[in-house]
């Protein structure tokens, strides 16, 4: 590890002070190392659980440094190792290697420096050993190929366990990087944010670790740090690979194609980012020092075009050979070359092509079927599957949302396999099961069909608790977002859904479900009946979120204010602190630009038209508004004169002008890194004008973009203040901002409250026969905010005023909500791609209710 001493080493993503510099970590290892027994007294297998965590990495390097033998397992291994292998020592859970055996229990080989399981082979005492020439080979191979520099910082998006992501550790401390450890899955909702914030420039992959990316819009986020993509660990069509190329071609990053297997040491061959444009259907060239050939001898050799063998792998990399008991581990090289088990191509300039696996071959009822091509024919048929073979019976383990679709699975694998539908088995689950690696666990999926041999049992897994749940939830938010093509495998997000529907859908998941997390909206709706935190309650409240509830309260105060039916006023402020909330957590949580534009222009549409439409009729109708009122522009071209709709044209304006500066790269990139530094920062800049402008100007100017701009960005760092100690900060502001901004203390003490009302407290509950109004007013406020004074016109009782402008607003709502739907349809939301194998959604929206933002 010769490497910049002061050079980080170890970035602990989740717990910054347990990070390490290179100088740092030598030293620790060192230090470790030295309390091990001395080799002298008998080189010791020592059992390592090896995690993201900074303890596990030190212990795992302090051994290798020591001259003993790791076995690298899986944090949750089983005893089957432990007991087969009885290693000398072991990691404990809280970072300390405890002693088994005082004495050295085993024979280790000299040469003999790691073992680690296959990825075919958890829960099998079958090991791979591999040598201190392997390790050093391949992870300087690696540097070599993928041009890795002390600079770089790659995360452990892949268990440590794994040859693969074991790999992206070795490689990173040899080129003197950096290594950011992340312990937390990668389907958490923080993801882009956490890569953004930790500088991260090389994501390591496996083909569903790629699909569980593009679907979160990470892989179409902002991340100016990024700069390389590596995807390994089973095959990625070819069209998957130009589009995730294209994905980084427009994000600034690269994609790297790789083949590995563990036998040899993680990774064999790599097909550069130049190259994979023109070769998505190509693995690479070998690895430096190594080399590929065939062996078209192979009885599987025989059904393929000519040119097609067994790939043989030969270089520095290749293991010493398997163990599969403890005596084995005295053994030393048994094998030069690896037969991968995989049939392929090598072209005239070297470059392999993958095209089936020895392995992936059964003879079912006599007849030779091609595994692969079985599975490949579902995926173009729109299904995820898993197909194994016994000797009368085709197995197809396939990922749907409904069991109707198994006719359908039967029928294509009928045509392509020329078996008849009595001997294909099929089983529909709700997700595939993954092995740790993240690859399909072929041996999971066989277990869950009987085969004819087997005598009735309790028959094999189904798909899971029927979700009459996920159903309730399907129909519940289906009117919102189109249920025509509704995927339970989206958010509510990438359905479409945003803060207009979030009021609905919000009470709505409420009343079925009960409390659900603050970011239900970014989790697959297949999920959310799980994550419900408390379940519906039975008496007489139910617990509704506080944007909503504070939206649902404003536009009556608002409204009972003009009327002079009671003193509250301040509500629209309150109601822009609202909307940069809500901004914050469905427009600006756009995964691109171009996303991000679609989005606000959908918002601006819902504010606009309406707006609009009002001020029309009062300048044709009744004569009581302005021209510029019509291009809301009334803020620009009379601003020293009263303007009713000043809301509606300052949150269009600050929507648009947000929109504008995060296209500029080096706030966008300052956003993707820190979302809630950058708004608190725009909140404290836009005070200027808050207490200059008020300070100096007489007349309305407490309702001019510049001077309520910061209550609009107050919200938005309310939005993406994740800790205590920025929420307080946030609101603490907010609150000194607002003293004084009225001259009545009463007003400023109501837009007080609500502010620390919106940061810190997420949700209150409410009597339930409440929820309904209060949802349905949140919804229209916007409606009940533009036509309001017309009511107070036409009558004179403040009681009767109130009522009419609450009613003639509800109404409006009602018979706008089919126009904005249909003007939606005008703006194209382009929402991240999904996995292949799901099938198309719809960005159609159903029924709008309209943010009060408005």
Known sequence: MAADPHQLALLDAENASGSLTHGQLVARVAAVAAMLPDVGTGRRLVHIPLTADPAAVTAYLAVLLAGHVPLVTPAECGETLTEHYRPDLRLAADGLLETVSTDAQHLLHPDLALLMSTSGSTGSPKLVRLSHENVRSNAHAIVSALGVTSADRAITSLPLHYCYGLSVLHAQLVAGGTVVLRRQSFAEPDVRDMLGRCGVSIVAATPHLIDLLDVQGVLSADLPDLRLVTQAGGALPAHRVRDIAALG?????????????????????????????????????????????????????????????????????????????????????????????????????????????????????????????????????????????????????????????????????????????????????????????????????????????????????????????????????????GPESLNPDRSFVELGGDSFSHVQASLRLGRLLGDLPADWHHRPLRELPDLALTRPRRGSGQRVEMNVLLRGLAVVMICGSHVGLFPLAGGAHLLLAAAGFNVGRYVLTAGSTAQRWQRTARLAVAIAVPTVLVALTMRMVFGGAHWSNVVLLHWAVR????????????????????????????????????????????????????????????????????????????????????????????????????????????????????????????????????????????????????????????????????????????????????????????????????????????????????????
């Open 249 to 481: 071609q427009a994000g600034g990053w690269s994609l790297a194609v790789m083949y590995g297997q563990t036998e040899a040491t993680a990774r064999m061959a790599v097909l550069p980012p130049a190259s994979v444009t023109r070769h998505p259907d190509a693995v690479g060239w070998p690895v430096a020092g190594s080399s590929f050939s065939l062996d078209t001898t192979v009885p599987e050799a025989a059904d393929m075009p000519a040119g097609v063998g067994e790939l043989v792998f030969s270089g520095p990399g290749v293991m010493l050979g398997y163990a599969e008991s403890a005596d084995d581990l005295a053994l030393g090289r048994m094998q030069d070359v690896l037969r991968t088990g995989d049939l392929a191509r090598i072209g005239d300039d070297g470059l392999v092509r993958i095209v089936g696996r020895r392995a992936d071959w059964a003879k079912v009822m006599g007849i030779r079927i091609d595994l692969g091509q079985v599975e490949r024919r579902l995926s173009d048929a729109g299904f995820q599957a898993c197909v194994t073979g016994a000797d009368q019976q085709l197995q197809v383990t396939y990922s749907a949302n409904h069991r109707r679709d198994a006719a359908r699975v039967v029928e294509a694998v009928s045509t392509v396999s020329g078996l008849g539908a009595s001997v294909i088995s099929v089983e529909a689950v709700a997700e595939l099961p993954r092995l740790s690696s993240g690859k399909i666990d072929r041996l999971g999926c066989a277990a869950r069909h009987r085969t004819p041999q087997q005598p009735p049992g309790p028959g094999p897994l189904k798909l899971g608790r029927e979700p009459a749940d996920l159903a309730a939830v399907v129909a519940a938010l289906g009117p919102l977002v």
């Open 639 to 854: 601003p020293m004169v009263g303007n009713i709709f000043w809301f509606v044209e300052a949150l269009l304006i600050l929507l648009l002008v947000t929109a504008a500066l995060l296209s500029v790269p080096r706030l966008r990139q300052a956003y993707a890194r820190d979302p809630w530094r950058l708004a608190f920062l725009a909140t404290l800049v836009l005070l200027i004008p808050r207490y200059l402008v008020v300070g100096l100007v007489e007349g309305p100017v407490r309702g001019m973009p510049w001077t309520v701009g910061w209550l609009f960005t107050a919200g938005l760092a309310m939005a993406s203040a994740r800790t205590r100690p920025r929420q307080l900060l946030t609101v603490s502001v907010s609150l000194v901002a607002t003293i004084g901004f009225f001259p009545a203390p009463e007003r400023n003490l109501v837009i007080m409250a609500g502010l620390a009302l919106l940061a810190l407290v997420p949700s209150m509950v409410v009597p339930r026969l409440l929820v309904r109004p209060i949802g349905v007013l949140a919804a229209a406020s916007l409606h009940v905010y533009l036509v309001q004074f017309q009511m107070f016109t036409f009558f004179s009782s403040p009681g009767v005023k109130f009522t009419a402008g609450l009613l003639a607003g509800l109404a409006f709502w009602l018979l706008t909500t089919s126009l904005l739907r249909r003007l939606h349809h005008l703006v194209p939301l382009a929402t991240t791609r999904r996995p292949p194998a799901t099938r198309h959604v719809s960005d159609r929206k159903g029924d709008l209710c309209v943010d009060a933002n408005s």
